[in-house]
């Protein structure tokens, strides 16, 4: 299974980006997997963000991020979705989507890692 992220930039304090995972090379279809979005900021350990069931219907955030960001699938283009509003300097980071058997929120149920994108939000 290979995860490509996308749509990592620069963008200034209150702004919004929509980051992009798609998926390749999968042993079971799209919708078998939970995925997730973590980060990780500089000099701190990864941590979770959002969380997405294998069927859509449910999802889950860190509560830095509750109300301001959004985790959505497309199945038929095996992508997940970040949508993040209203960012924030605490925002910066590298951004990385993972797949698991099952919808989770522990890192250490991630099977599939993508590299990341890196969101960097000036002040």
């Known amino acids: 299974v290979q995860l490509l992220e996308s749509g990592g930039a620069v963008v200034q304090a209150g702004g919004s980006l929509r980051l992009s995972c798609r998926a390749s090379?999968?042993?079971?279809?799209?919708?078998?997997?939970?995925m997730g979005w973590f980060r990780q900021a500089p000099g701190k350990e990864r941590e979770g963000v959002a969380f997405?069931?294998?069927?859509?219907?449910?999802?889950s955030y860190s509560d830095p991020v509750e109300g301001r960001f959004t985790i959505s699938r497309d199945d038929g283009a095996n992508t997940v979705y970040l949508q993040m509003n209203s960012l924030t300097p605490e925002d910066t980071g590298i951004y990385t989507c993972?797949?698991?058997?099952?919808?989770?929120?522990?890192?250490?149920?991630?099977?599939?890692w993508g590299r990341g994108t890196q969101v960097i939000v000036s002040s």
């Open positions: 993972a797949a698991a058997p099952f919808y989770t929120s522990r890192l250490e149920e991630y099977e599939y």
């Open positions: 090379e999968l042993t079971l279809s799209f919708d078998d997997y939970g």
């Open positions: 997405i069931s294998r069927s859509g219907g449910t999802s």
